[in-house]
């Protein structure tokens, strides 16, 4: 008898113990996972989508991102660091956004005729404002302030 009760005593801290590990595991989230082994950036990992969506102070405020001659009127360039487009709507006016698609979290693709592509799922954006032109995103991308220094347009 006296094994018996030793044993259900070991088993239920064995219980405990994976439970912990469990919980342990799961994390509160604010752990940077590591890069993923196809060494692709093509989908961001969380702590980096975070990133992308934080204002352009926390990411180095006023760091060049593209040289306006690289934007065409109607296009834009998604550049890769810090994982924003830049786009030009109209002659002279340069916008900004997060470059993660707000569907599953792809890099958006090109742009043309004011229209931002990602290519993973076929969502559509407006390089004017961010808005969702086509689904199956249902958020904008989110917009960061920029402006032009020199022939450089660099975040605000």
Same mark, same amino acid.
């Given at each position: 008898?006296?094994?018996?009760?030793?044993?259900?005593?070991?088993k239920g801290a064995a219980a405990v113990g994976l439970v912990g590990f469990? $919980? /342990? %595991?799961?994390? #509160?989230?604010?752990?940077?996972?590591?890069?993923? =082994?196809?060494?692709g950036d093509s989908t961001p990992t969380p702590a980096e989508? $975070? /990133? %992308?969506?934080? #204002?352009?102070?926390?990411?180095?405020?006023?760091? =060049?991102?593209v040289a306006t001659a690289e934007v065409g009127v109607g296009t834009?360039?998604?550049?890769?660091g810090p994982?924003?487009?830049?786009t030009q709507p109209s002659e002279g006016t340069f916008k900004a956004f997060t470059a993660v698609c707000t569907h599953?979290?792809?890099?958006?693709?090109?742009?043309?005729?004011?229209?931002?592509?990602?290519?993973?799922h076929g969502s559509q954006y407006s390089a004017e404002d961010g808005s969702v032109?086509?689904?199956?995103?249902?958020?904008?991308?989110?917009?960061?302030?920029v402006k032009v220094e020199g022939d450089q347009v660099v975040q605000a």
């Open positions: 008898m006296k094994d018996m009760r030793r044993r259900s005593v070991l469990g $919980a /342990a %595991a799961c994390g #509160s989230g604010d752990q940077v996972a590591p890069p993923s =082994a196809s060494g989508t $975070a /990133a %992308a969506e934080q #204002s352009p102070e926390a990411s180095g405020g006023g760091a =060049a991102l834009g360039v998604v550049v890769k994982k924003l487009v830049v599953q979290q792809c890099l958006v693709g090109t742009v043309k005729d004011n229209v931002i592509f990602c290519p993973c032109l086509k689904d199956p995103a249902e958020a904008p991308l989110k917009e960061l302030a």
